[in-house]
């Protein structure tokens, strides 16, 4: 089965008492035995409900996985995923990952006695010569955020081997329509499902998807311990969203490729930085791991030439806002917004600047996009 048929149909059929085509949503906190010992599957919502299963079900077809746990949010993904480790293990980790990712590693995670190290991941031997004897995971996230830069999935997974170090990816970015980390050979996958998975700005939500049993087993129960599972009813909502998500995440590129050409060329804008450019200096990468672009970019804006407050307030149809991969185009200012947390150093070593603006590409006509772009570079008076 390819994808897009996965996407709409595993997992959702769970009404057999009326064979409705869409998942029901089971409201229940709890659910009664037929007799001592004997249940249906489910006793308890946090452990398990049919609608979160039919999500799971769907997550883990589509990102080539065994199982997944469905999650209140991407955070709870990846505070899951770090209930792996123990007091005293070592985390290799990105320059540039996920804000809120990098506050529960180096504040969080840090004072419970784990140690990280944040190096340029997109150059293996960095990696390599971070690998401790007390290294128990590298932690993978690309494209990065929000410069886009690509991380070798395949070569650092091959770092890992026989070191029993875990390799996690984090695909929020691409989606599983478009990079499949299980298949390059990472241990675990998570997503903010708030993104494109469900994208359509209506929920948050987050996933673990694993690549061998034991995993899941081990996943499964520190879900259930912590108490880390997503509601019903935003599972459903989740499900929804990912009956579409090969069209849109088409859609996106398609648009994120005409306005990354545009502003390519635009005499206001310094560089651009879109993995779908021939410019992006990881071609060779890309093409080995990626089965798209995504649509995802930032630019560099000549603030000699373009006022940030004007250019922000003149644009009609891309809203001042963070996150990501909804149907509406968003854009905004990382140095201020986004990243501000990592304070100006941290944003300096990563290559962040005033000038850097990351936009969300979503699903308008991109004639109006570039439109609006335009006007807002042009008319600076
Ligand atoms: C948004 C995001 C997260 C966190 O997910 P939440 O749903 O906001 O908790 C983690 N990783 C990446 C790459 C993200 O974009």
Known sequence: MKKKTRSIH??????????????????????????????????????????RSALEENLAALEGGVAASATATGMAAITAVMF???????????????????????????????????????????????????????WIETPSNPLLNITDI?????????????????????S????????????????????????????????VVYGRKELAEKGKAIVNALGLSQSPFDSWLVLRGIKTLGQRMEAHEANARRIAEFLDQHPSVKKVYYPGLKTHPCQDVIQKQMKGSGGMLAFELDRSKVDLD??????????????????????????????????????????ITPETIRVSVGLEDAEDLIADLGQALDHQN
């Open 84 to 138: 792996f480790l123990r007091p005293g293990d070592h985390v290799i980790t990105g320059d540039d990952i996920y804000g809120g990712t990098y506050r529960l590693f180096n504040q969080a995670l840090r004072a419970m006695g784990m140690d990280f190290s944040f190096v340029p991941m997109r150059d293996v031997s960095a990696v390599q010569k971070a690998i401790r004897t007390q290294t128990r995971m590298i």
């Open 154 to 174: 395949a070569r650092i997974t091959e770092l890992a081997k026989g070191k029993n170090i875990l390799t996690v990816a984090d695909n929020t970015f691409l």
């Open 310 to 351: 004007r250019f922000f307030s003149k644009l009609q149809y891309f809203l001042l806002a963070e996150s990501l991969g909804g149907v509406e185009s968003l854009i905004e200012h990382p140095w201020s917004m986004s990243h501000a947390s990592m304070g100006e150093e941290g944003l300096k070593s990563s290559g």
């Open 10 to 51: 595993t997992g959702v059929y769970k009404d057999t008492s009326y064979n409705s085509v869409t998942t029901p949503i089971y409201p229940t906190s709890n659910f009664y035995f037929d007799a001592l010992g004997k249940t249906r599957g489910y006793d308890y919502t946090r452990s398990g409900n049919p609608t």
């Open 176 to 207: 599983p329509y478009l990079q499949n980390p299980l298949e390059l050979g990472v241990d675990m996958v998570v997503h903010s499902t708030t993104k494109y998975l469900n994208g359509h700005s209506d929920v948050v939500g987050g996933a």
